[in-house]
Structure formats: C-alpha cells, structure tokens
C-alpha cells in the first residue's frame, strides 16, 4: 500500500479521487482508506502537486533495467517508544 509497508487484510478499500485546483495550477489526490480488520478507524489523506514551468525531464529506461521499482526507497516501518494511549 506504501513505502512503509503498512499492513491490511483482504477488506482494504480504498478511493482516490483527483481534481486540479488553484486555476489548473496544482494537483489534488484525496485518498481514503478503510480496513476494519487492520485499522481501527477509517483515515484519510490529500497529497498535492504543483505544477511548474516545462523543463528537462528525467529519462528512465525499464525494458532493459535491472531496477526493481517496487522496493525501491522502503523506508523503515516507524515505531513508538512509548505507548499512544
């Protein structure tokens, strides 16, 4: 589900919606997450991006890379010290 690994069960649902704000400017991807099995509660999220001037791009090659995409940059999973409650 994430870099983070973040664990769920076969009753994740999840919505993405997308919508272009601030005059076609920015990006907008709300998220929303429900698990009964792996969270307690539904949560949500907005991730946004801003559009900017046309430049030079990044070139990737996947036919012949021997990248594995999937994994790249896992982060590790982040733990409490203490307990939350």
Known sequence: ??????PHTEKLHVVERFRMTNDGKELEAMIHVEDEAAFTTPWSAIQRWRRVEPGS????????????FFNQDIDQIP?????DF
Do not use: G, I
């Open 1 to 6: 589900m994430d870099n983070f690994r973040t």
């Open 57 to 68: 791009l990044y070139e990737r090659f996947c036919a012949d890379s021997h990248t594995n």
């Open 79 to 83: 733990e409490a010290r203490t307990p």
